[in-house]
């Protein structure tokens, strides 16, 4: 069967997603079935989108320190073969990276340019440049940050959870444009299809209990929305 075939096939077959993320009450199609539908995937995009998963389901990592995990991350995020995937998911880490430097210094810690930071994308060296500065210094490119870091400091666990969510569903649907009937489209609708099973999930308790556990541990352990199962 003919790819294109198949990946219209498959997305015309999805039930719709809600417009807005926090409308749902419950995802539009259990993980089940859409792990059924996804066996249509062609065996390398199967790989891929294993690989997107894999990457950002965090906690999975725990056992590893700070150096190792961001070397096997770029290692597995090098082997996805579409860039606009891979912009998908080193999108994705660089928050992590940015929530887990306010978490540190919500802590108590102090990072000078001078100091080794892991994490991925392009800020690590205004993270270790403007450690003191709410933003980083990049309130202007970046304004939920300010917004993250008071919820940090007030100790508002679901109001940041939701923000985080919000953020990512939003970041989902304007790179949805363009893309329909093709393994993007299939990925991002996984991707989504996460966030609104993330939000469904959502307990107030666990988040407040997730949230003190970010401040006293690892890279590992922190993730966008709290990453972990319900």
Known sequence: MNQRFKYTLLLSSLPVQPAELFTSKLPVISRIQ?????AILDAEDTADLDRIEGLLHWSKMHEWDDATIINRGQSELNLIRSSFLRDI????????TLLTALRRRHAG??????????????HLQFIRRNWQKPDFGLGNT???LKQANQL????KPQTLDK??????????????LGHYFDFPAVALYVLRWDLINRWVSYDKDRALLRFNELISAGMADVSLEFEGKP
């Open 34 to 38: 859409l792990d059924k539908r996804l």
């Open 89 to 96: 998911v080193s999108w994705r880490l660089e928050l992590r």
């Open 109 to 122: 810690e102090n990072i000078t340019p001078s100091d080794i930071f892991y994490g991925f994308g392009d």
């Open 142 to 144: 970046l304004p939920w």
């Open 152 to 155: 940090i400091t007030e100790n």
């Open 163 to 176: 923000l985080m969510l919000e953020l990512n569903w939003k970041h989902y649907a304007r790179l949805s």
